[in-house]
Every structure is written in structure tokens, then in C-alpha cells.
């Protein structure tokens, strides 16, 4: 058992163990992306409170509590991963009609993003069972508030997650990637990122950023317009190592001129916004980003 947690094991007890931990329900916890020191106080005294631990990979979680010195039997660790997760959801649910207490734990970060866990929460809610969130890592959130993206639009961001692995998928997802007015956070395999770096290539100067091991000892992020991602790539052989993480800022777009504001104007006043703005599109021949802004500033009277 390890002692490097000790101290932060006897400090989550501390914290969180005069708190309500209801008995039959279902807790989905965050573990780390790769640092171990970003485990949450909660997520610990949850950890090991837990009467059965459902997890992505029970070898993988094994390691992680032992890590922090928190000791379950092999026999405590259910595997539920996107293979059989809609099977094992029922095991769950039978271990929290007796009363049981629940973890669920995917490999790392917050499960149901894009790793497994949403099924199996749909699954316990449908049927009458309380899930209960204990936030924490995400390589979602880790690289969005290094990315710098929130003044350059106010629609906020998507997440994209992996893109079609067949190259006609896949470049079918990537114009769409170029019409999307927002920021999209994207991730993607080592053995997959020079395709999909080439592929990004089409957005020309759209700035991306581009997290690779989040962190991790030799965590790298940088941000670099999309055509020049695959010579960015290429300087280091090492930056073909390790997950990644990409966030595609929103393209930079000029603003509507009078005369579009006012073709626009008269479509929404009989039109839904995305019809009003790829009709002033193809009547004006301007690209849909800025005329898309400019209709989201006249619904909200900024215009």
C-alpha cells in the first residue's frame, strides 16, 4: 500500500466525511488525466468508502487506489466499459438495490464525456436511482482555460470529441468544423494525429491549440494556425506521443455590411435564424460566420 497519499487520505476524511453519502446510489467520480496530485479530496474519501467500484479498466483503477493507498479486493471492482456497458449497468443496479454504494471510474477524467459512464447512468436513473457527480479532471476544460477563446466569441464552445477515422467521414466533419461559429474541442490518438492535422489544413488560418500529455512530465500546449499544424507536428518527433486535445478557436469574421444586416433582418422577421442566415449567405455570397453573428446580434437588439 502506498504512503504518498497519506496525508491527503487522512485530509479528505477530514473534509469530506461529515457529508451525506446516500447509501444505493450511484457516485461517478473524476480521476486524473496523469497527475495523481489532481485526484479530489472527495473523490478519495468516495473512493474508499465505495462497497463496489465500477471501472473502465479494473487492472487500470486497481493501480490508481493503490496508488493512493486505498485498499479494495478484486472482488470489488466491476468492469463496465463501452463494450459491455449497457450489460453491466444491470449488476450495478442490482448492487444498488441492496443498498450499496457505487463508484464509477473510467480510465481518466470525468466519465461520460468521451469515455464510458453515460449509459450506465441513463440506465440508473431510468430506473428510479439517484447519480451523483464528483467533478474534477477533464482535458475538455484542462485546455479550454489555456486556449484563450472566450473574448474572440460569445457563443461559448462544442465538444466534437474524435472525428470519423475514414477519410471521407472525416473530411465531411472537418466543413463542418469550418462552418461552426464557435470554438470545438476535439481529441484525437497518437497513432491518428498527422491525419487529422492534415486534414485541419482546409481552415487555413484558423488558429488551433493544441494540448498534447495535459498534465503529464512532458505536457506540451501550443497554438498555431490549422495549415501549419502538420509542419508543427513534424519539427518534434516526440509531439506524435501521447493523447491530445485540440480546441479549433472560432474563425476570426468580418462584420456584415449594411446591406446584408438588412437582407438578414427581413428573413428572420419570417424565417428561424440558421435558415434566415444560409439564405442571406447564398443571396450575398458572404461566409456564414460573420453573417451568423451578425443575426445573433440582431435577435439580441445589438443591431
Not at 29 to 50: E, M, Q, W
Not at 245 to 273: F, M, Q, S
Request: proline share 5%.
Amino acid at each position: 500500500m502506498s504512503t504518498l497519499f497519506s496525508t491527503a487520505l487522512a485530509a479528505s476524511a477530514e473534509a469530506a466525511s461529515g457529508q451525506h453519502y446516500p447509501q444505493g446510489a450511484l457516485y461517478v467520480v473524476a480521476t486524473p488525466i496523469g497527475n495523481l496530485a489532481d485526484i479530489s479530496l472527495r473523490a478519495l474519501y468516495v473512493l474508499g468508502l465505495a462497497d463496489i467500484i465500477a471501472c473502465e479498466d479494473t487492472r487500470h483503477t486497481q493501480t490508481l487506489l493503490r496508488a493512493y493507498g486505498i485498499d479494495k479486493a478484486s472482488g470489488q471492482l466491476l468492469a463496465v466499459h463501452q463494450h459491455n456497458e449497457s450489460e453491466a449497468a444491470q449488476s450495478v443496479i442490482a448492487q444498488l438495490r441492496q443498498g450499496k454504494r457505487v463508484a464509477y471510474a473510467s480510465d481518466a477524467g470525468t466519465p461520460g464525456i468521451s469515455d464510458p459512464g453515460a449509459r450506465l447512468v441513463a440506465a440508473v436513473q431510468a430506473d428510479g436511482l439517484r447519480a451523483v457527480p464528483l467533478p474534477g479532471p477533464s482535458s475538455v476544460t484542462a485546455l479550454l482555460s489555456v486556449a484563450a477563446v472566450t473574448d474572440e466569441h460569445p457563443g461559448g464552445f462544442v465538444f466534437v470529441g474524435f472525428l470519423p477515422t475514414k477519410a471521407g467521414e472525416r473530411e465531411l466533419a472537418v466543413q463542418a468544423l469550418a462552418e461552426q461559429a464557435r470554438a470545438a474541442v476535439l481529441l484525437e490518438a497518437p497513432h491518428r494525429m498527422e491525419a487529422l492535422a492534415h486534414a485541419l489544413t482546409v481552415l487555413g488560418s484558423r488558429r488551433i491549440t493544441v494540448g498534447r500529455e495535459l498534465t503529464k512530465q512532458f505536457e506540451e500546449i501550443a497554438t498555431v494556425p490549422a495549415d501549419q499544424l502538420p509542419a508543427w507536428l513534424a519539427q518534434d518527433s516526440n509531439r506524435l506521443r501521447g493523447e491530445f486535445v485540440l480546441t479549433v478557436h472560432p474563425a476570426v469574421v468580418a462584420a456584415a455590411t449594411g446591406a446584408d444586416t438588412r437582407i438578414l433582418k427581413l428573413l428572420l422577421e419570417h424565417l428561424p435564424l440558421k435558415t434566415a442566415v444560409k439564405l442571406a449567405a447564398d443571396i450575398t455570397g458572404e461566409a456564414r460566420n460573420g453573417l451568423y453573428q451578425a443575426a445573433l446580434d440582431l435577435k439580441q437588439g445589438a443591431v
